[in-house]
């Protein structure tokens, strides 16, 4: 996809981009510091060269796909500014149609419920069943209140294995298999028009390291080796296949290229000519 696919940045928050028909919008919830003890196999000279300050920036995205027929939401985000973001596209919690979250852990999840109900009452949950089997066993509250709270409206799917040609959820939109962050962890191929872009989830968490070498992970990472094993095959799939990526810790915008690099992996962002 050209740069000059770049629509439209909203405010400092959210900025569109097309694909095909559909136009997708980034919506950055939070930024932070991160701290390097979260990481798992990394050695001190990877650190030094690759955390120099001893910090990471820490993103927290949600997506929303707009097709002709659909609003789609990738994620919810921490709830904090996604209500902004989404009224700054014009699009209220009523028009959202369809949800596809990749997993449930709070930052993905926080903005599902306001006041303890359903914020987007008309929308369908789409969730693997795998996610759903492991959280409905859990004693996570927020993760148990926000699956009653949708019980009428979950729909679950299974993920297919990259490269596969079904399109297991709805036209446009495909689960892929991104397990080990959590059981079920989801990733969505989206394509129009012969335009895709895959949103990754928490495939990483911080790109200044994970890409170079993704066999570092996270301490919570509910299966290490599941998890790098994901990493690796998603990243190398999206570099070979030139597919661009989003992901929901990837700094704003958020989406961008993968190349294969001389150590691990290359991330470069569509708007890093703008200045991000």
């Not at 008309?122 to 069943?129: I, K, M, P, R, V």
């Not at 089997?133 to 679950?156: G, P, R, V």
């Not at 059981?183 to 895709?196: F, M, R």
Request: charged residues 20%.
């Amino acid at each position: 996809m050209p740069i000059n696919s770049i629509i439209a940045q909203a405010n400092q928050d959210v900025i569109t981009f097309e694909f095909g028909e559909f136009r997708v919008s980034t919506l950055s919830e939070k930024m932070s510091n991160g701290n390097p003890s979260m990481l798992v196999g990394a050695s001190q000279d990877a650190l030094q060269k690759y955390l120099p300050d001893g910090t990471f920036p820490m993103e927290v995205n949600a997506f929303l796909v707009r097709t002709p027929d659909k609003n789609v939401l990738i994620d919810a985000g921490l709830g904090q500014k996604l209500f902004d973001n989404l009224q700054s596209l014009e699009v209220t919690p009523e028009q959202i149609n369809v949800i596809l979250m990749t997993h449930l852990h709070g930052d993905h999840i926080g903005g599902l419920l306001r006041d303890g109900k359903v914020a987007f009452p008309n929308a369908d949950l789409y969730l693997s069943q795998a996610e759903y089997d492991y959280w409905i066993k859990s004693d996570n509250k927020q993760a148990s209140n926000m699956l009653a709270a949708y019980k009428d409206k979950l729909k679950f799917f299974v993920p297919e294995e990259l490269g596969s040609k079904e399109n297991n959820l709805f036209p446009g939109f495909q689960g892929i298999a991104a397990y080990g962050h959590t059981p079920g962890h989801t990733a969505y191929l989206i394509e129009s028009e012969k335009s895709n872009l895959l949103i990754w989830g928490d495939v990483t968490h911080v790109m200044a390291i994970q890409m170079a070498l993704p066999e570092v992970a996270l301490a919570f990472d509910s299966d290490t080796k599941q998890a790098i094993e994901s990493r690796k095959k998603i990243a190398d799939y999206a570099a070979k296949n030139k597919i661009p990526v989003g992901g929901m810790h990837i700094l704003f915008p958020a989406i961008g290229n993968i190349k294969v690099a001389q150590e691990g992996y290359e991330f470069r962002p569509f708007c890093e000519c703008l200045g991000f």
